[in-house]
């Protein structure tokens, strides 16, 4: 059985940091692209960014130079690095994988995970 569990969220001050992480089992997704995505209390999900197997990253305009994706393919690993927090940025954090990245760009990917409750206090 597959499974993505996130952890690392909680509570922090706006300005501050967190690293999210994402460890996924039941499978090998070194050929897989990773992602995070987010949705805030009463909008739709988002995608924030991913990494595929190349090492390759993308990122959503509003996360750009603040949030950093990495993975570490043989711990079938995942992670969000997140600096410069604001109170926008409160979210459910899930991460996700597919085979196809473009498939995160339709937030329909093959794998979710169950989500992390970032919240960013002003």
């Known amino acids: 059985q597959v499974q993505l569990v996130e952890s690392g969220g909680g509570l922090v001050q706006a300005g501050g940091s967190l690293t999210l992480s994402c460890a996924a089992s039941?499978?090998?997704?070194?050929?897989?692209?990773l992602a995070w995505f987010r949705q805030a209390p009463g909008k739709e999900r988002e995608f924030v960014s991913h990494?595929?197997?190349?090492?390759?990253?993308y990122y959503a305009d509003p996360v750009k130079g603040r949030f950093t994706i990495s993975r570490h393919s043989a711990q079938n690993a995942v992670y969000l690095r997140m600096n410069s927090l604001k109170p926008e940025d409160t979210a459910v954090y899930y991460c996700?994988?597919?085979?196809?990245?473009?498939?995160?760009?339709?937030?329909?990917?093959?794998?979710w995970g169950q989500g992390t409750q970032v919240t960013v206090s002003s």
């Open positions: 039941g499978r090998t997704f070194s050929g897989y692209a």
């Open positions: 990494i595929n197997w190349r090492q390759n990253t």
């Open positions: 996700a994988a597919d085979r196809d990245s473009t498939n995160f760009y339709l937030i329909r990917p093959e794998y």
